[in-house]
C-alpha cells in the first residue's frame, strides 16, 4: 500500500519516483531519482522542493506505476526510424534517426489519449524532420494508473504505430519549364533557380530541365522520355492557371494514369496539380513559387520524396491553415 509521511519520517526508505525541481537559476530537472534512500541530509533539499511529506511503500495489485505504464507501450507506440529515451519524469521523448517526414496515426493518437491516464504530445504530422529532432513525448498524469488502462493501450496499439519517420528517399527528378515567353527568350526564366534550391534540400539526382512553350503534345512527350529514363518525379512548371495557353494541366492529366487533383486549397500555391503514373509522380507547381518563399509546393515536395502514397483527401485537409 502506498502512504503518505513526513519527509523526516523517511530515512531510510526509496523514493518512489523522480523528483523534480525547478530552480530560480534556470535549472530544471530531476533532482533525485526514483529508489533514492532518504538520507537525513537530503530532508532540507527535499523541503526547498516543497516536499514536506512524501509516498512510500508498494503500488497493490491492479497498479501500475508511472515507469512501466509509459514503458510497457513505448516500442508499440513507435514504427520506423525512431528513437526513444530512457525514461526520465516519468517520460519518453521520441527522436528522429533520420531526415524524412514525420508521419502520425491521428486516430490512435486520439484513442491513446482518450483512454483517461495517458498524455502523449507530438509535433504536427508530416513535417520535415532531421536525426535527433523531438518528435514526441509521453507519459501518465498521476504516480500510477490502473492495469486495465495499460491493456487498452496495447490493445489500440494492436493496429500499428502512432508514430513513423519515413526517411527522404533519392529519387530520379525531370523538370519541364513551360511558357512561351520563356521559350521564345521574351523574359528571363525565373522557375530554375527556384526549383534548384527546393530541390537541393533532398536527396535527388536530376535528369535533366527542359523549357518548353504552351504545346500540350510536346509536354507529354517529353515527360514520356523522362519516365524512359526512370523518374521518379516530373515537376512541371507555367501554364497552371485559366488562360487558353494554360494546358499543363490538361498535359499531366493526359500523361499521368491516375489523376490525383488540380487545384488545392492552400495559398499561396492554388494551382498545384498531382498525378500519378505507376511509381512516377507528376507536379504542376503554380507560379506563387517564383516570387514567395513558402508555398503548397514546400509542404508536399518532401511528401514526395518521403515515398508517401498521395491521396485527394492529404490536399483537402489543408484548408484550415492552408492560407500560409
Ligand atoms: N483570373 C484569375 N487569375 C489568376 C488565377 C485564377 O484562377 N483566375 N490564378 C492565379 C494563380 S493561383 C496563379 S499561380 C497564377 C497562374 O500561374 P501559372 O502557374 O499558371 O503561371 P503562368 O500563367 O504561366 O504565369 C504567370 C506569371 O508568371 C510568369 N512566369 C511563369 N513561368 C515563368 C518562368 N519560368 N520564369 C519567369 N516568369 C515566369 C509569367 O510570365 C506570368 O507573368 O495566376 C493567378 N491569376
Ligand atoms: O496557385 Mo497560385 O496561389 O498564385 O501559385
Redesign the pocket.
Known amino acids: 500500500m502506498i502512504k503518505k509521511i513526513r519527509v523526516e519520517d523517511a530515512i531510510g526508505l526509496p523514493l518512489l519516483h523522480d523528483f523534480t525541481a525547478i530552480m530560480t537559476d534556470g535549472f530544471k530537472g530531476v533532482k533525485f531519482k526514483r529508489d533514492h534512500i532518504v538520507r537525513e541530509e537530503d530532508i532540507d533539499e527535499l523541503k526547498n522542493i516543497g516536499k514536506d511529506h512524501i509516498y512510500v511503500g508498494e503500488l497493490e495489485k491492479g497498479q501500475v506505476h508511472e515507469v512501466d505504464a509509459i514503458d510497457e507501450i513505448s516500442s508499440l507506440l513507435v514504427g520506423e526510424n525512431i528513437n526513444i529515451s530512457d525514461i526520465s519524469e516519468g517520460k519518453i521523448t521520441l527522436t528522429s534517426k533520420v531526415r524524412g517526414v514525420f508521419v502520425i496515426n491521428r486516430k490512435l493518437l486520439r484513442a491513446i489519449n482518450e483512454i483517461g491516464d495517458y498524455t502523449i504530445s507530438s509535433k504536427r504530422s508530416y513535417i520535415s524532420v532531421n536525426p535527433d529532432d523531438k518528435l514526441a513525448g509521453g507519459r501518465i498524469v498521476p504516480l500510477w494508473t490502473e492495469r486495465w488502462q495499460v491493456e487498452k493501450a496495447k490493445e489500440i496499439l494492436k493496429e500499428g504505430p502512432v508514430f513513423e519517420v519515413k526517411e527522404f528517399k533519392k529519387l530520379k527528378v525531370g523538370c519541364i519549364?513551360?511558357?512561351d515567353?520563356?521559350y521564345y527568350g521574351r523574359?528571363?526564366?525565373?522557375?530554375?533557380p527556384v526549383l534548384e534550391e527546393k530541390l537541393s534540400n533532398f536527396p535527388s539526382e536530376l535528369l535533366a530541365y527542359t523549357f518548353l512553350p504552351d504545346d500540350e503534345e510536346k509536354l507529354v512527350e517529353t515527360y514520356k522520355t523522362y519516365k524512359k529514363m526512370g523518374a521518379d518525379l516530373v515537376i512541371f512548371?507555367?501554364?497552371?492557371?485559366?488562360?487558353p495557353?494554360?494546358i499543363?494541366p490538361s498535359a499531366i492529366r493526359r500523361a499521368g494514369s491516375e489523376f490525383i487533383i488540380q487545384g488545392i486549397p492552400m495559398?499561396?500555391?492554388?494551382?498545384l496539380t498531382l498525378a500519378r503514373d505507376g511509381k512516377t509522380y507528376l507536379m504542376?507547381?503554380?507560379?506563387?513559387s517564383?516570387h514567395c518563399k513558402i508555398t503548397s509546393f514546400d509542404y508536399f515536395l518532401p511528401r514526395v520524396f518521403a515515398g508517401l502514397d498521395l491521396k485527394k483527401e492529404d490536399f483537402l485537409e489543408m484548408a484550415e491553415g492552408g492560407l500560409l
Open positions: 519549364i513551360t511558357g515567353e520563356v523574359i528571363k526564366d525565373a522557375f530554375k512548371t507555367g501554364g497552371m492557371s485559366v488562360d495557353d494554360d499543363t495559398q499561396p500555391g492554388n494551382m504542376g507547381v503554380p507560379g506563387a517564383i
